[in-house]
């Protein structure tokens, strides 16, 4: 049980946009930053988003993030099938003094 | 080229021991919060530690407290993380991250498999 909260998978279809939601509560996203990571099949994570809305050099401005309260979303639009991976949200807990991370969210592009 | 290159895997029976090393190149190792985010397989992200920039405070999930210890050397560019009294459940692989500010894992390594098992 992830102590932040995402869809298990999502698909849509190429050329679309999909949001991945976030929800954790006042401890960790309510007060800290939201990352988002992309895990694409066989190889390590990479950062897609950093504090909360971010993009590292590199990253396509198809990607965006945002946060509201205790929930962050991750935006993609432009679906590519190359899109296709796991994506994480990460922040820290300030109560549990501890790094967290949702579940993770498969994106099927088909 | 930033690069983290994890080392020290394998295979290990329940209750034993493994080291893990990262070897850091491409930045300023003695200037940067270090963390390890470990993978079971088939399975979501977990964070393990932290490691502030001069080790002088740390930060481990309740499931490995007590049975790993994360070091690091900033003369060597390198990070640790000793495992002891390895169960079943640790079976992952495990990440060196570079932390950036706010929990931000900007760099990863390649990962490193560790199985526990008789």
């Known amino acids: 049980q992830s102590v932040l909260t995402q869809p298990p998978s999502m698909s849509a279809a190429p050329g679309q946009k999909v949001t991945i939601s976030c929800s954790g509560s006042?401890?960790?996203?309510?007060?800290?930053?939201v990352s988002w990571y992309q895990q694409l099949p066989g190889t390590a994570p990479k950062l897609l988003i950093y504090?909360?809305?971010k993009r590292p050099s590199g990253i396509p401005d198809r990607f965006s993030g945002s946060k509201s309260g205790t929930s962050a979303t991750l935006g993609i639009t432009g679906l590519q099938t190359g899109d296709e991976a796991d994506y994480y949200c990460?922040?820290?807990?300030?109560?549990?003094?501890?790094?967290?991370f949702g579940g993770g969210t498969k994106l099927t592009v088909l | 080229e930033v690069q983290l290159v994890e080392s020290g895997g394998g295979l290990v029976q329940p209750g034993g021991s493994l080291r893990l090393s990262c070897a850091a190149s491409?930045?300023?190792?003695?200037?940067?919060?270090m963390s390890w985010v470990r993978q079971a397989p088939g399975k979501g992200l977990e964070w393990v530690a932290n490691?502030?920039?001069?080790?002088?405070?740390?930060y481990y999930v309740d499931s490995v407290k007590g049975r790993f210890t994360t070091s690091r050397d900033n003369a060597k560019n390198s990070l640790y993380l000793q495992m002891n009294s390895l169960r079943a459940e640790d079976t992952a692989v495990y990440y060196c991250?570079?932390?950036?500010?706010?929990?931000?894992?900007?760099?990863w390594g390649q990962g490193t498999t560790v199985t526990v098992s008789s």
């Open positions: 006042s401890s960790n996203i309510g007060r800290n930053y």
């Open positions: 490691i502030k920039e001069d080790g002088g405070k740390i």
């Open positions: 504090d909360n809305d």
């Open positions: 991250v570079k932390l950036a500010a706010r929990q931000c894992m900007d760099v």
């Open positions: 990460g922040t820290w807990d300030s109560s549990l003094s501890a790094g967290v």
């Open positions: 491409g930045f300023t190792f003695g200037g940067s919060w």
